[in-house]
C-alpha cells in the first residue's frame, strides 16, 4: 500500500461506491513509545526521524512514516466519498503526534475514540485508540469504553494483567495481547457497515 500504484484502483473503487467501509491500521513499532527504554528514533521535536539514526533504524522510520502517509492518503479518499473508514493504533502511539496526521484530522472533522481491552473481555488494560469518519455519534459510542480503574480492573475487580515478559509458548505478551478481543472485533465490523446497512434498510 506505500506504493500509489498500489492504491489508485482502491481510491477509485471507494470514489466510485464500491467500498462500503475501510480499516486502516498501519505498523505501531516505530512509533512506539516503549522503544524510548532503549534506543529512541523518534521525538515530539522529530516525530518524523531523530536526526543521525543508523541505516537500520533509518530503514525501520522510513517505513513508518510511508505506511501512515499511505493509511492517510486511504483516509482522505474514503472521507472524501463519504465511506465509513477507522484508523488504529495505540493510545500512546507517537503517531498521535505527527504533524500530517494532526492537520489531516484539523481538517476532515474525524473523530478519536479511545478504548481498553479489559473491557471487552481481556485481563490485560491495552488502551486503543481509534480515529473514525463517516461513522454516525450512536455506533461511536460503541467503540468508547474506558476503564475508570488504576491498575484493578473496573469489569472484574481484579488487577490488570502487565504486559510484560513472554507468556505461553515463550511468546512475549505483547504479541500475544496483539489481536483485537473478538467482541471488539465484532464491534468495529459493525460499525463500519452500519452506512451500508441503514442504506439497505430504506
Not at 486503543?128 to 472484574?156: H, M, Q
Request: glycine share 6%; aromatic share 6%; net charge positive.
Amino acid at each position: 500500500l506505500c506504493d500509489s500504484r498500489v492504491r489508485r484502483p482502491i481510491k477509485q473503487d471507494l470514489a466510485r461506491g464500491r467500498c462500503i467501509g475501510m480499516m486502516l491500521a498501519p505498523p505501531c513499532s516505530s512509533w512506539s513509545a516503549a522503544r524510548d527504554r532503549t534506543y529512541p528514533i523518534r521525538s515530539r521535536k522529530f516525530i518524523r526521524g531523530i536526526p543521525g539514526l543508523d541505516a537500520r533504524d533509518l530503514a525501520k522510520v522510513a517505513l513508518g512514516n510511508a505506511t501512515l502517509d499511505a493509511a492517510l492518503d486511504l483516509a482522505r479518499s474514503a472521507q472524501s466519498a463519504g465511506v465509513p473508514w477507522v484508523l488504529e493504533t495505540p493510545h500512546t502511539s507517537k503517531m498521535w503526534h505527527d504533524h500530517k496526521l494532526k492537520v489531516f484530522v484539523a481538517r476532515s472533522c474525524a473523530v478519536s475514540v479511545v478504548t481498553d481491552y479489559c473491557l471487552w473481555g481481556k485481563p490485560w488494560r491495552k488502551i486503543i485508540r481509534f480515529l473514525v469518519g463517516n461513522v454516525p455519534a450512536d455506533d461511536l459510542t460503541k467503540l468508547s469504553r474506558v476503564c475508570p480503574g488504576r491498575g484493578i480492573c473496573s469489569r472484574t475487580g481484579r488487577p490488570h494483567q502487565h504486559l510484560e515478559g513472554a507468556g505461553p509458548g515463550v511468546v512475549r505478551w505483547t504479541v500475544i495481547a496483539m489481536p483485537y478481543p473478538a467482541r471488539l472485533a465484532h464491534t468495529l465490523a459493525s460499525v463500519l457497515v452500519s452506512k451500508a446497512r441503514s442504506e439497505y434498510m430504506l
